[in-house]
Structure formats: structure tokens, C-alpha cells
């Protein structure tokens, strides 16, 4: 297989998973899930609904608190925006049916979120007696765009159901997930490394380069751990998604408009530390070890160039909203960063039609990205010395790594 036709089809794989991951119009869905729980459904009632004296079991629930027949504030231990629990006041609807009983709960306010993010989301719970305890079934209903979120609400409420039944058998309810365990992320990122190791060739010069792209992705997102960190997040965790690269993942909402800018940016900034040493190692290095040092650099660079490019889901569009406020300054940094990238591409000697469709590829990635999640109130505005200090460390990173590029080819060509 040709290096073009790898590239194409590793764009193709790629565009077509993260449209459906975050832009397929799955509409209004229903998960639905059954268990057995060896307890009677009077004794499930009073945990699984918010209304319930033992509503607060799940270690996530630090109470559930009841304001009337019909309502409940439940507080959680997840962090809002400012590290205070969240709070939501849920509205309960329960009805029996002989031995059978049903709960109905929908959330009419969040303390972290906008009401606007609940308005499709209801949660049913269904009680009733069999042979060995009671048959609990589960329905969540939410509107969905992508299948992500779909998953995340898959995989929480298997572990709710799974916590349940321990927590009757033992008395503890915490359940760790198997994602979350360092050992599941080197799995993922050696997974990453044999699925991408085909696109450069099955042969050494292959695994090397699937290697060195697995390396860059990880320090990229270390850099974003290192700003949720700076920022005050207690905890952060990276998600590795084999082909599509990782997600680096805070402690709680962003605070502030800087908050954002900083932590998308870190992720090509901390790598871009890395330019002048790489540079200097190569330098003083061996003919062998150096040329090892340069296809490095240039994976470095041009991983972290193209994710600064103005596009919605990337890091460069996060960091450019946050510091252009107006729609004429956003779409003229927009455009001049666009031409920056062009012109190391250029600069480098890639044909004229091969930028044009990068250009378009990117085009339909920025228009995949629309929308998000809405916070109940809006992020701190940006200080003028904020807006300065995030707007030069994005062209200082810009510059370093399409520096690498230029560096890194010239030097193989030499």
C-alpha cells in the first residue's frame, strides 16, 4: 500500500469515526436494562428511588434529600464549576401495580448544567417479585447526537446496576470501572499502536513510526492532564481511543473562559517544549540516532500543527473562541492561522492539490463539530492580560512546531 493511499484511508477511518461518534443524528433513544436483585421490591423502592430512605447507597450520592410528595434534591460528589457538589432537584412519579412497583424521575434543575440538557432525559425503574428476589428494569430516554454519550450512559448505568447488587450482598457500593485502571490504558495504547502500525507498513520502519505517533498522543494529553492540574482539578485521567488518539479527562466543569484556553492549549504547548532539545539532540547526535530524533520531531509537529488548526473540535478552535470574542476577530485569527499551517505545508513541498484537500477534509471536520454542553451559567470572562498571555502562547506553539516540520524535512531531504 502507497503512503497516499494509507494517509487517505487513515483520514477516512478516522472522519467517519468521529462523525459517528459525536455528529450521527441518533435521536431520542431508550437503553434499556434487567436484573435480579435477591431483595424484596419495598426494600429496592426505598434505594433506587429519590424519594427513598436509602436513596443516598451509591457512593457517588452524598444525599437525597425529600422537598415534597413529588420532588427531591439529590447532592452528588462530583465537583461543580467553583469544586462544590452538584446539586439537581429531580421530580418523582411512583405508581404500584399489585407487588410491582414503578418509579419515574426527571431532573428540573443542576447546579452545574443548563435546564436545557435535561429537557429530553427521563429515567424509569421497574420493581417487580420473581422466583429468587425481584426483576429491576432500567430505561433511560435522552436525544442523543453521536454515539459517545450513548456508551458513557451504557457502560454507568451497567455499573449502578452491578454496585446495587453489590451493595445488598456486602453492604459497599463502590465499583470501580475497568477503563479507569492505568493497566486498561496501556492495553489501549499498545491496541492503538498494532492498529495504526499497518498504515506505515508491516515491517520495523512501520512499527517505529505507529510508535512514535502513540508516543506523541500521549504527551499531548499529558498536557492537558498538567493544566486540569494547575487549575486546581483534584482529579484527571486520560481515555485512550485506539485510532482516534486520547481524551484527556478534568475533575470537574471549567470555571473561566481562561481556564479553557489554557487547558486546550496546553496539549500542543507542553509538547512544543520539546522542540529546541529534540533540535539540539539531533545535533549531537550520531547519524543513525539522529535520524530517529527527526521523523520524531516531524510526527511531533505535525500532530500537534494540524491540532491547532481553527476547527471547532480541535484545540486550536477552543483556544481561538475563548480569546476572540468578536465573530470578525475569531474568523481573521481563524484565517491567519489557516494560512500559517498552509504555508509550512508548502514550505515543505507538498503539492497544491494535496493542500486544497487537506483544507476541504478539515472544512467538513469543523462543520461535523457543532454544539456542546451548556452551562447553567456562563464562564468568567477573560482579562485583557489573560486574552494576551493565551493569544501569544497559541502562535508561540504554532510557531515551534511548524519550526519542527521545516527543521525535521529539510534535514531527512539533506
Known amino acids: 500500500m502507497s503512503t497516499s493511499v494509507s494517509v487517505v484511508l487513515l483520514l477516512a477511518i478516522n472522519l467517519g469515526l468521529i462523525w459517528l461518534l459525536i455528529a450521527a443524528p441518533v435521536g431520542r433513544r431508550t437503553l434499556r436494562l434487567s436484573r435480579v436483585l435477591k431483595a424484596s421490591p419495598a426494600r429496592l423502592a426505598g434505594l433506587v428511588s429519590p424519594l427513598g430512605?436509602?436513596?443516598?447507597?451509591?457512593?457517588?450520592?452524598l444525599s437525597s434529600e425529600?422537598?415534597?410528595?413529588?420532588?427531591?434534591?439529590?447532592?452528588?460528589?462530583?465537583?461543580?464549576?467553583r469544586g462544590e457538589p452538584i446539586t439537581r432537584t429531580v421530580s418523582v412519579r411512583e405508581a404500584r401495580d399489585g407487588d410491582g412497583i414503578a418509579c419515574e424521575t426527571r431532573v428540573i434543575e443542576d447546579s452545574a448544567l443548563d435546564s436545557s440538557f435535561w429537557e429530553d432525559y427521563v429515567d424509569r425503574r421497574f420493581l417487580r417479585p420473581v422466583p429468587g428476589?425481584?426483576?429491576?428494569?432500567?430505561?433511560?430516554?435522552?436525544?442523543?447526537?453521536?454515539?459517545?454519550?450513548l456508551l458513557f450512559r451504557y457502560v454507568q448505568l451497567r455499573r449502578e446496576m452491578k454496585a446495587l447488587d453489590q451493595w445488598l450482598a456486602t453492604g459497599q457500593g463502590e465499583v470501580r470501572g475497568i477503563l479507569e485502571r492505568p493497566a486498561t490504558q496501556m492495553v489501549l495504547a499498545i491496541l492503538s499502536t498494532v492498529l495504526l502500525w499497518p498504515f506505515f507498513g508491516l515491517n520495523v520502519?512501520?512499527?517505529l513510526l505507529s510508535s512514535f505517533l502513540t508516543a506523541v498522543?500521549?504527551?499531548?494529553?499529558?498536557?492537558?492532564?498538567?493544566a486540569y492540574r494547575a487549575f486546581g482539578h483534584k482529579r484527571v485521567r486520560m481515555i485512550?481511543?485506539?485510532?482516534?488518539?486520547?481524551?484527556?479527562?478534568?475533575g470537574r466543569p471549567y470555571n473561566s473562559r481562561f481556564e479553557v484556553a489554557v487547558c486546550a492549549l496546553m496539549g500542543a504547548g507542553m509538547s512544543a517544549f520539546?522542540?529546541?532539545?529534540l533540535i539540539a539532540l539531533h545535533d549531537a547526535g550520531s547519524r543513525a540516532a539522529g535520524a530517529a530524533?527527526?521523523?520524531?520531531?516531524l510526527i511531533l509537529g505535525a500532530f500537534n500543527l494540524l491540532n491547532l488548526l481553527p476547527m471547532h473540535r480541535f484545540d486550536g478552535g477552543q483556544v481561538l473562541r475563548q480569546v476572540f470574542e468578536s465573530r470578525a476577530g475569531l474568523l481573521s485569527a481563524s484565517f491567519l492561522v489557516t494560512l500559517a499551517i498552509v504555508f509550512v505545508g508548502w514550505r515543505i513541498g507538498l503539492p497544491f492539490t494535496l493542500l486544497i484537500a487537506g483544507l476541504a477534509v478539515f472544512t467538513l471536520l469543523s462543520l461535523i463539530g457543532a454544539g456542546g454542553v451548556k452551562p447553567r451559567r456562563a464562564l468568567e470572562p477573560m482579562t485583557p492580560p489573560q486574552m494576551l498571555l493565551a493569544g501569544f502562547g497559541f502562535y508561540a506553539a504554532l510557531a515551534l512546531h511548524g519550526y519542527a516540520i521545516v527543521y525535521a524535512c529539510d534535514a531527512l531531504i539533506a
Open 205 to 207: 520502519r512501520g512499527l
Open 217 to 226: 498522543i500521549v504527551l499531548h494529553e499529558f498536557g492537558h492532564m498538567a
Open 240 to 250: 485512550f481511543v485506539p485510532l482516534l488518539g486520547g481524551i484527556a479527562v478534568g
Open 293 to 297: 530524533v527527526l521523523v520524531f520531531l
Open 133 to 149: 428476589g425481584t426483576l429491576m428494569t432500567v430505561e433511560q430516554t435522552d436525544r442523543y447526537r453521536g454515539i459517545a454519550f
Open 53 to 61: 430512605s436509602e436513596a443516598d447507597w451509591h457512593p457517588s450520592v
Open 66 to 81: 425529600p422537598l415534597s410528595s413529588d420532588r427531591a434534591r439529590q447532592t452528588f460528589r462530583y465537583p461543580d464549576r
Open 274 to 277: 520539546l522542540v529546541p532539545p
